[in-house]
Structure formats: structure tokens, C-alpha cells
């Protein structure tokens, strides 16, 4: 089984210029997550959606980010303009169960962005 | 609320034990446990749900005490394989999304 392919893996922006990430989930999963994770903390939740609509995008700094799943199944992240603190790994996750709770999630390797 | 962990690092020898623990602020619905290698994705290991039911690999063993809110997972007999940062990740019962905590590096030496 293929697991969530996600590009570009690494990326080199300076601030203020945008960039997108995408994201393709495993197949039939219907919860798909964007996490962030800063260089030595935890992966913070940024956006979820159960198919193609939002379940919660509350930690998401919507004056610069936005995000979209099409179909329900591919998603991409956006960040424009970026900033300095924009500098970490996206993670995007998928899960088969509707509620986050009880499921595994299977992540990404993951997007590193450096903000110059 | 993000959960705390402790400690915040653990070395250890192959073959020693070690216990990492996950507290939260919040009444809690199920206790996620992933370990993450240095440049990865974080893998799955567990899931606890209130009540007791536990879903997740045979060799790791956890406890989810949903009183005090807290998790605790215990690894036995400690391999190489087993060094990286582990993360909880604890969902409650009014958002449905999992919060990970701050996270506890492990390193296993021979």
C-alpha cells in the first residue's frame, strides 16, 4: 500500500515570496491533516479535513496561509507572504477513521521550508 | 492545551528501561504515542481509549490513567532501533484533533 506522498521535500524560499505544498493521501482515507513542526518541538495541527470539507482550521494564521483538498483527496498548502518563523517541516497526515481519536495517523516524510 | 512530557530526555544503555510520561489539563477521549527518527515522519505505535481499549504494536506497553489524565508508555529491554524523539498526542472530548506534546528524545547507546 502506498503511503502519503507529499512534494516538494525540501524547499528555499526568501521572505515574502509564497509557496505551495501538496499532499496526496493514502488511498480511501478520508481525514487528512497539515501539521507544522519548528525544529525541536512538537508537529502542531494547522488545518483538518473530513473529505473535502474543513473539520477545524483554528491554528491556521489565515492572513498568509490557506489550504484546499479537492475532491476530497489531494491537498495543498500554500504560504504567501512568508515569513522568517514559516521555517519548519510540514507534515501532512491521513487517517481511515472519521474521528481523530480513534485512529492511527500515517504521516508524510514531510516538507522542509527554510525562509531566508 | 498542549500535554507536557518528562523527561524531556532519557539516555539509556541497550537492554535498560525507560518510562515516558504524557500529562494533559484536559479530560481526555484517547492517548496517542509516536516516535519520530531524526529527519522523519513520525511513526504510530499506540492508541489508549477511555475505557481501556488499546490498539498498537504487541511490543510496546502503555497505561492511560484517565482520572489524573495521564499516559505513560514503557519501554522494556531497550534496542538501538528503539532511539529517536517520541511525541503523545492527546485528543479530548471537545475538539476531536490530536495535540502533540512537547516530546522526549531518546537515545540508546550500545
Known amino acids: 500500500e502506498a503511503g502519503v506522498a507529499q512534494s516538494p521535500r525540501y524547499k528555499i524560499i526568501e521572505k515574502r515570496q509564497s509557496v505551495a505544498f501538496w499532499c496526496n493521501p493514502i488511498?480511501?482515507?478520508?481525514?487528512l491533516y497539515w501539521y507544522q513542526q519548528i525544529l525541536g518541538q512538537g508537529p502542531k495541527l494547522l488545518i483538518q479535513?473530513?473529505?473535502?470539507?474543513?473539520?477545524?482550521d483554528s491554528q491556521l494564521p489565515k492572513d498568509r496561509f490557506s489550504a484546499e483538498r479537492l475532491k476530497g483527496v489531494d491537498s495543498t498548502l500554500k504560504i504567501q507572504p512568508a515569513k522568517l518563523e514559516d521555517s519548519a517541516v510540514y507534515l501532512c497526515?491521513?487517517?481511515?477513521?472519521?474521528?481523530?481519536?480513534?485512529?492511527?495517523?500515517?504521516f508524510g516524510e514531510g516538507s522542509r521550508l527554510t525562509v531566508l | 492545551q498542549q500535554p507536557v512530557q518528562s523527561p524531556q530526555a532519557v539516555i539509556l544503555r541497550e537492554g535498560e528501561d525507560a518510562v515516558i510520561n504524557c500529562s494533559s489539563s484536559?479530560?481526555?477521549?484517547?492517548v496517542h504515542w509516536y516516535r519520530q527518527k531524526h529527519g522523519e515522519a513520525p511513526v504510530f505505535l499506540m492508541i489508549?481509549?477511555?475505557?481501556?481499549e488499546q490498539k498498537g504494536h504487541e511490543k510496546i506497553s502503555a497505561s492511560f490513567n484517565e482520572k489524573k489524565q495521564q499516559s505513560s508508555l514503557y519501554l522494556t529491554a531497550s534496542q538501538l532501533s528503539y532511539s529517536g524523539t517520541y511525541f503523545c498526542?492527546?485528543?479530548?472530548?471537545?475538539?476531536?484533533?490530536?495535540?502533540f506534546g512537547t516530546g522526549t528524545r531518546l537515545q540508546v547507546f550500545p
Open positions: 497526515a491521513s487517517s481511515p477513521e472519521r474521528y481523530t481519536g480513534t485512529g492511527e495517523l500515517f
Open positions: 488511498s480511501g482515507h478520508a481525514t
Open positions: 479535513f473530513q473529505n473535502n470539507g474543513v473539520v477545524d
Open positions: 484536559k479530560a481526555l477521549y484517547s
Open positions: 489508549l481509549l477511555k475505557g481501556g
Open positions: 498526542g492527546t485528543d479530548d472530548y471537545n475538539t476531536d484533533k490530536l495535540i
